[in-house]
């Protein structure tokens, strides 16, 4: 039987897979219950081992209440809900059909919050029951002291007290270095284990927080071992070496597109269309003029596809619309009359184009990817520069200078 591979999750990505936060979108979803039941159910048949150490579970156990986080959120809404209707009884004082609505909004309200508190009792089971415990020894304290006076990561980070996590990561990184077999250099059986940690100010490199801090790198490969940002990257992470293609379309699903952030109704496939979108960013001089492409292949075009598959979404529950950055599928909401949407992940720009009847009603939304480029004048432009290297703005300006 293959070896398992050890997994290590940092005490917020505990809390985040009760409570469902998505630290790509600052959202609450409910991609934490598909991880979770892959990670359950891999761990019951033994292809994973879950790591903990006793700071954590005396972490969880303080923060607990966080993992409780979308219960007050179902709460507040029922009750704001149920509010929204009390003018309208007022009003309309024999409609029976209002009552019937504020029971039912308190009834799946309850069905939401009974779901939520037995999810956050599975995981609490799960973090007690199906998990090793790992120790932390006296020379693992003594090196992390070192770390700290040497103002290493995870010493650089905005907290005043990282000595928790840099325990946490010695502590994985040698039980698993002393359980798996010795490697000086990556296999095609894959890394021994995967340190989980949403916490990008101690453990990621400050210039990508999909990747380890180079101070920390050594720590990790000495363990055959790789550093994950998210649960939902870990999941993908580990497709290769255990999901069946059924979970693997299971992950796939469960990305934050799959509910609206406004108000979390779940997007039906009618509400979403998929854009093909041509990528100034892969053609080499930024040209948006199509018809290159045609023309001098051998200078113009990049080898890899110039176009990005970009999903624009509309919620037919609150009208909200949103777009999905083909570049780091990050979602990105679109507020109303808004015209240059800049993706809060990777920073590209998209121009949206609203297309109305003549009763006013939006037929179609659609959208194109522009670059700025830095003009003579030093102001952006989202569009191209004239032959002189200046925006439009900042060349009206130079030629009353001139």
């Not at 990282?162 to 894959?190: P, R, Y």
Request: charged residues 30%; hydrophobic residues 30%; contains cysteine.
């Amino acid at each position: 039987m293959a070896k398992p591979i050890y997994v290590f999750l940092d005490t917020n990505n505990w809390i985040y897979l009760a409570n469902g936060f998505n630290p790509y979108s600052n959202k609450h979803d409910d991609t934490h219950l598909k991880i979770f039941e892959l990670l359950r159910q891999r761990a019951e048949q033994g292809t994973i081992v879950v790591l903990v150490n006793q700071l954590i579970a005396e972490e969880f156990e303080r923060n607990k209440s966080q993992a409780r986080a979308k219960v007050k959120d179902i709460e507040k809404k029922r009750e704001s809900y149920i509010g929204n209707l009390k003018p309208i009884r007022e009003f309309i004082t024999q409609d029976k059909n209002l009552k019937e609505l504020e029971l039912k909004i308190a009834q799946v309200a309850e069905q939401k919050i009974s779901a939520i508190r037995n999810h956050v009792f599975k995981v609490e089971r799960f973090l007690n029951r199906w998990t090793i415990s790992i120790p932390v020894t006296d020379q693992h304290r003594i090196e992390a002291t070192h770390m700290a006076l040497d103002k290493k990561a995870p010493f650089t980070g905005e907290k005043k007290n990282s000595m928790a996590d840099a325990l946490h990561l010695l502590s994985f990184s040698d039980f698993v270095d002393q359980k798996s077999e010795k490697t000086s250099t990556w296999t095609k059986k894959g890394p021994s284990g995967y340190f989980v940690s949403s916490n990008s100010g101690d453990f990621s490199d400050p210039r990508d927080r999909e990747t380890v801090h180079p101070d920390l790198a050594p720590i990790l490969e000495k363990a055959n071992s790789k550093f994950s940002y998210a649960l939902h990257k870990l999941a993908n992470s580990l497709e290769q070496e255990f999901l069946s293609k059924e979970e693997e379309e299971m992950i796939e699903r469960a990305q934050p597109w799959d509910y609206c952030f406004v108000c979390n109704h779940e997007f039906q496939p009618e509400d979403i269309h998929l854009h093909s979108l041509l990528d100034p960013h892969r053609i080499k001089g930024g040209s948006r003029d199509e018809n290159q492409l045609g023309l001098f292949k051998e200078f113009i075009v990049s080898p890899e596809n110039p176009y990005l598959d970009t999903r624009a979404i509309h919620c037919s529950n609150c009208n909200s619309y949103f777009i999905e950055c083909g570049n780091c599928n990050c979602l990105n909401q679109i507020a109303d009359g808004e015209e240059i949407i800049e993706c809060g992940e990777c920073g590209y720009l998209y121009s949206s184009k609203r297309e109305r009847d003549k009763n006013g009603k939006e037929v179609h939304l659609g959208f194109e990817i522009i670059m700025t480029h830095e003009c003579k004048g030093y102001l952006n432009d989202y569009q191209q520069l004239n032959e002189e290297g200046y925006c439009r703005e900042c060349w009206q300006y130079e030629i009353l200078a001139r």
